[in-house]
């Protein structure tokens, strides 16, 4: 059957690929064009919702993040963060960057060529519980980091130190090897590593997506007593 939507968004999509405002790569480009032609069931890639959202003259997502980030934790207060799964081009830390905060970050992808010229640190490595040293940093953010999820989570709640995780839309395989059942078991089984100290927060950060959001506050709770 002939289907006008899709024409248009094929439209669309071309544009995007021609402007390519977050200089994606051929790869994370295809990745748009299959979640238009062979939609999933309740299941799209990331690079789809940026382009959504740039159809719809809206932020990157990397955007509304550093928002929030910004709101939970204050540069004055989380001067050093280190961000775990950057992606190629790190455009969350640039973005921390210019609001103040001394970025590091780290993911095996990280392109350098992208990050050289900006003064954040950078390295080329997996985060590793319990091998990635944290010490040094206030905090740790992640945007959508899959399989660094869990380790982050471990280490931070070993090492008592405060983070933020903007959690995947599905589930990824845990360090033991297993496969969750499905994106719920995943998020139960975080939550549980998690304990007491830690909170799932179901935001409407990017306008129009319900985003999962793991927090871990351990060492500046006054800064939320002050808030309240
Ligand atoms: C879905 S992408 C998200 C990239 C970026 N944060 C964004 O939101 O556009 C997940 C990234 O996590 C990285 N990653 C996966 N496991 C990791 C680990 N153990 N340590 C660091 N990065 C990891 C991958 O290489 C990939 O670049």
Redesign the pocket.
């Known amino acids: 059957m002939f289907r006008w939507g899709k024409v248009i968004q094929i439209r669309k999509y071309l544009q995007f690929c021609k402007e390519n405002p977050l200089e994606f790569t051929k790869e994370q480009l295809g990745r748009i064009e299959a979640d238009i032609r062979y939609p999933r069931k309740g299941v799209v890639s990331?690079e789809y919702v940026d382009f959504v959202l740039w159809k719809k003259g809206l932020k990157p997502?990397?955007e509304y993040f550093a928002k929030y980030v910004e709101n939970l934790f204050p540069a004055a207060k989380y001067q050093k963060l280190l961000e775990?799964?950057?992606?190629?081009t790190a455009?969350?830390s640039k973005l921390l960057t210019a609001k103040g905060y001394k970025m590091s970050t780290?993911?095996?992808?990280i392109c350098p060529e992208s990050v050289e010229t900006y003064d954040i640190s950078w390295e080329k490595?997996?985060?590793?519980w319990g091998k990635t040293d944290i010490k040094k940093y206030d905090g740790v953010v992640?945007?959508?980091?899959?399989?660094?999820t869990e380790?982050i989570i471990r280490q931070c709640v070993a090492e008592k130190k405060d983070f933020i995780i903007s959690l995947?839309g599905t589930a990824h395989r845990l360090i033991s090897g297993e496969m969750p059942e499905d994106i719920s078991a995943w998020y139960r089984y975080l939550e549980e590593i998690g304990g007491g100290s830690c909170c799932l927060v179901n935001s409407e950060m990017i306008p129009g997506y319900a985003s999962y959001i793991m927090i871990g506050i351990f060492q500046k709770k006054e800064l939320f007593s002050q808030k309240e």
């Open positions: 990331d997502r990397q775990v799964g950057c992606g190629r455009r969350l780290m993911d095996p992808q490595e997996a985060f590793i992640a945007q959508e980091p899959c399989d660094a380790h995947c």
